[in-house]
Nanobody
Framework: QVQLVESGGGSVQPGGSLRLSCAAS????????MGWYRQAPGKQRELVAR???????NYADSVKGRFTISSDNAKNTVYLRMDGLRPEDAAVYYC???????????????WGQGTQVTVST
């Protein structure tokens, strides 16, 4: 099984920057992809950015050009650099990992506990 530990949330003013980290550990064969999702009060959880083991990335249109996702496969860690933060970016940010166990092609999904990002003056 996989455990995800997130860090880096906090409170910033509009235009500020934050960097989120999420480290995966535990017993698994391979992490296929990791990503960040967010959920604001009263809204559904939405994809922010995702990166595959091979380095393919995809972003929500609302964050393109401002957020950058990266990963360190050796450390099973994913990062989200958030620049130009806006009040509408405020939410709980959740890390997600898609992973495989040995002798199986099934992809499991694990969520982190979430980290709060607040953007206000």
């Amino acid at each position: 099984q996989v455990q995800l530990v997130e860090s880096g949330g906090g409170s910033v003013q509009p235009g500020g920057s934050l960097r989120l980290s999420c480290a995966a550990s535990g017993s698994f064969f391979r992490i296929n992809a990791m990503g960040w999702y967010r959920q604001a009060p009263g809204k559904q959880r939405e994809l922010v950015a995702r990166i595959t083991r091979g380095g393919t990335t995809n972003y929500a249109d609302s964050v393109k050009g401002r957020f950058t996702i990266s990963s360190d496969n050796a450390k099973n860690t994913v990062y989200l650099r958030m620049d130009g933060l806006r009040p509408e970016d405020a939410a709980v940010y959740y890390c997600n990992a898609g992973y495989r166990l040995a002798d199986s092609t099934y992809e499991y999904s694990k969520w982190g506990q979430g980290t709060q990002v607040t953007v206000s003056t």
